[in-house]
């Protein structure tokens, strides 16, 4: 019986040994794991960016990796009307009664603007293109129909809506125009939108 019991206690206490070396591995493997870590960033938060340090191995090139290269982000944000027709050289103008949200434009090519008017919000955009659509909206709509502009220098302008989404786009032989609304579409704010 004696014989059993010091067994058990040799085995308990080999298993305890077993924990706490395991136990000393793991925290001295955070400890360096962290202390590689904050040396990182120190360095990193130092160092202005694109600027490397002689004495770390990591931070000299590799000849032996492929550089790395990834597409610009063709969509431009801009602060001001101003700007964008600067940026683009396609004037365009803000409706009379739309409050202008947001100036962006697409490889410099084409021109959008965010407006809210009478409670919804569109896209406006201009593009010297012989597109009939830039709109970058395309799906089945449930109507379609040719509409009268409101602004006589205009013309005929295509109107496609369904539900409360729609879109009016038409082409002046130098320009392709689109206004789209997402939600709250409404032909007459729609048409009140279209200016030259």
């Known amino acids: 019986m004696r014989l059993a019991i010091t067994k058990q206690l040799r085995a308990a206490q080999g298993l305890t040994w077993g924990a ?50 990834g597409l610009a982000n063709p969509v431009l944000e801009h602060f001001n009307l101003e700007e964008m027709v600067a940026t683009t050289g396609i004037a365009m103008t803000i409706p009379d009664g739309a409050e202008a949200l947001a100036f962006r434009s697409i490889n410099k090519e084409l021109n959008e603007v965010e407006v809210r008017y009478r409670g919804a919000t569109y896209l406006l955009r201009k593009a010297r293109s012989a597109e009939a659509d830039i709109s970058g909206v395309y799906e089945a709509w449930g109507t379609v129909e040719k509409m009268r502009a409101p602004n006589a220098e205009i013309g005929e302008v295509m109107v496609s809506r369904s539900s409360d989404r729609g879109i009016v786009t038409w082409n002046d032989g130098t320009y392709a125009h689109s206004i789209f609304a997402d939600a709250g579409f409404d032909i007459a704010n729609a048409l009140n939108l279209v200016t030259p």
């Open 20 to 69: 706490l070396a395991l136990m000393f591995l793991l925290v001295l493997g955070l400890y360096v794991g962290l202390t590689r870590y904050a040396s990182f960033n120190a360095d990193s938060a130092r160092m202005p960016a694109g600027v490397t340090t002689a004495q770390s191995p990591e931070a000299q090139p590799d000849d032996t990796q492929e550089p790395t290269t």
